[in-house]
């Protein structure tokens, strides 16, 4: 990808930025379950709390009443956002092993992946824990098995993981030695977030025009988006860049092939009003070029967009003036 090629493209490929697009908390989904091999943290044996769920008994109905209730507190502090009564839930050297295999230790960094999950503009609120069962793992231990669901503010469910915790009593208090998620099933599409992007679109910069099409494919787990750049020189360039989700994550993430035999990858986020693609490309020469493009929309049939932090092996280079990009209405 020659010099001139990226200096179009970060100016009107706007539309190589602009094509794309928790419940996974901390990489995962936002529920709880547990890792039965962490160490508890606390008076309570190691051995007492790996005992096999077939020496479990139903828990007393004084211990089963507490736990349920822990969880709706639980409910409670996630609802308020409030990561450090979430973490003070857990054992002080209690493991919290998500959806997607990340294992965090000890409170303080169980706080933190809370903290981080909570400061996403995106983050869902709305968590019901559905207790299944409570068994007693000696006098001081107990396994807890259920289903996390959540939701979106209109009570819509988004997704539901089934979740294992191993509880360990410490000076009267239940807390939780060990936490894993299993797999959720998720019953939204991130995708639908950009949904308005779909259509054709048209746009002029100082160095030419360009028009986007986008369209829905794969039973709409992808939309494929196709860009072409007229430029003042009479040069024609075309890019095709394919969005989708990351299943581990649930994060948008999109793939860039252009007409010259390059590509490139982008990742999604927002904070509610923008939308920030950060994108990293490889020219046919093997030059690497990065840049955070950034769009708005503004209605239907307008946004903006903009490129910043832009670099071509290493080398910074100007940001992009603003864009503004208009729906066709065939």
Not at 67 to 72: G, V, Y
Not at 198 to 215: C, I, Q, V, Y
Not at 233 to 261: K, M
Request: charged share 25%; proline share 2%.
């Amino acid at each position: 990808m020659h010099w001139k090629r990226w200096q179009n493209n970060c100016r009107i490929q706007l539309i190589s930025a602009l094509t794309a697009g928790t419940l996974m908390l901390c990489g995962s989904s936002a529920a709880f379950a547990q890792d039965e091999t962490a160490d508890s943290g606390s008076s309570a044996s190691k051995s007492s709390v790996s005992s096999s769920a077939e020496k479990s008994e139903p828990a007393s109905s004084t211990s089963e009443a507490e736990i349920k209730e822990n969880a709706r507190a639980y409910e409670a502090a996630f609802a308020k956002a409030d990561s450090a009564a979430l973490a003070a839930m857990w054992a002080e050297n209690g493991t919290f092993l998500d959806a997607s295999g990340n294992r965090y230790d000890g409170r303080a960094e169980i706080e933190r992946c809370f903290k981080e999950y909570f400061k996403r503009a995106d983050a869902d609120k709305n968590l019901e824990i559905k207790v299944e069962s409570v068994r007693a793992l000696g006098d001081k231990g107990a396994i807890e098995k259920g289903i996390s669901v959540v939701k979106d503010s209109n009570g819509k469910v988004l997704s539901e993981a089934p979740y294992t915790v191993i509880h360990v009593k410490n000076n009267g208090k239940w807390e939780m030695a060990s936490v894993t998620e299993q797999a959720a099933r998720y019953y939204d599409n991130p995708l639908d977030k950009l949904r308005w992007m779909s259509g054709e679109w048209s746009a002029k910069g100082s160095n030419g025009e360009a028009t986007l099409s986008t369209r829905w494919m794969a039973d709409h787990h992808f939309m494929v988006t196709t860009f072409r750049v007229k430029t003042n020189n009479g040069e024609t360039l075309e890019d095709t860049q394919i969005i989708g989700v990351d299943p581990r994550r649930r994060a948008i993430i999109s793939w860039l092939f252009d007409s010259e035999g390059g590509f490139g990858h982008g990742r999604w986020s927002t904070d509610g009003k923008h939308w920030a693609v950060d994108v990293v490309r490889t020219s046919p020469d093997g030059r690497r070029a990065e840049a955070r493009n950034y769009f708005e929309p503004k209605d239907s049939d307008t946004f903006t967009w903009r490129s910043t932090g832009r670099k071509l092996n290493g080398l910074l280079i100007p940001d992009s003036d603003s864009i503004t990009v208009n729906r066709i209405h065939l």
